[in-house]
T-cell receptor
């Protein structure tokens, strides 16, 4: 149980385009989902917290207009990287939380912007 | 503010040897603590968690961790390393409470297992 999927697993896009990443909780409902970014050989950096039906809460320094988050249902959250640039290339990981504290992580999406 | 410090960004052990990955926490309230493992190009998998019950927590794959309040530590151990244990390990602590809680991760420790 407690499986979280992400799609796509890898994506390559051209600079200036937008790309959407989906995060789904497959066997549970998640009131809260989180989006993280991980640079090579570094830790996870929390980007934003999304709650179903409300606006996402972004961490300090994260551009909300660049990283659009939509938590449309209790099993789906999407992250859209708008007007992507090479510096946005990274490993993006989502997690879903059914209760108060334990998070279940997706397998990650590697974004490469050329 | 809650935070964790992982001592040693890289640990190398021989197969069959004891694994010890260190994590110290800083928290103004009783913390919830977690250890996660990450294999290359994958997400995080929960190894074990401490949520103020038993101080010795047993997890998956033979790992365990002991919560020591006096030392503010939550070190991860495994009696005998296996080649498949080679991965990145992250210690994490919750910040905030209830539905507002979030995870703060340590910088990670890469475990190398040699023959």
């Amino acid at each position: 149980g407690a499986v979280v999927s992400q799609h796509p697993s890898r994506v390559i896009c051209k600079s200036g385009t937008s790309v959407k990443i989906e995060c789904r909780s497959l066997d549970f409902q998640a009131t809260t989902m989180f989006w993280y970014r991980q640079f090579p050989k570094q830790s996870l950096m929390l980007m934003a917290t999304s709650n179903e039906g409300s606006k996402a809460t972004y961490e300090q320094g994260v551009e909300k207009d660049k990283f659009l988050i939509n938590h449309a249902s209790l099993t789906l959250s999407t992250l859209t990287v708008t007007s992507a640039h090479p510096e946005d290339s990274s490993f993006y990981i989502c997690s879903a939380r059914p209760g108060n504290y334990e998070q279940y992580f997706g397998p990650g999406t590697r974004l490469t912007v050329t | 503010a809650q935070s964790v410090t992982q001592l040693g960004s890289h640990v190398s052990v021989s197969e069959g040897a004891l694994v010890l990955l260190r994590c110290n926490y800083s928290s103004s309230v009783p913390p919830y603590l977690f250890w996660y493992v990450q294999y290359p190009n994958q997400g995080l998998q929960l190894l074990l968690k401490y949520t103020s019950a038993a101080t010795l927590v047993k997890g998956i794959n033979g790992f365990e961790a002991e919560f020591k309040k006096s030392e503010t530590s939550f070190h991860l151990t495994k009696p005998s390393a296996h080649m498949s244990d080679a991965a990145e390990y992250f210690c994490a602590v919750t910040r905030g409470s209830g539905t507002a809680s979030k995870l703060t991760f340590g910088t990670g420790t890469r475990l190398q297992v040699t023959l």
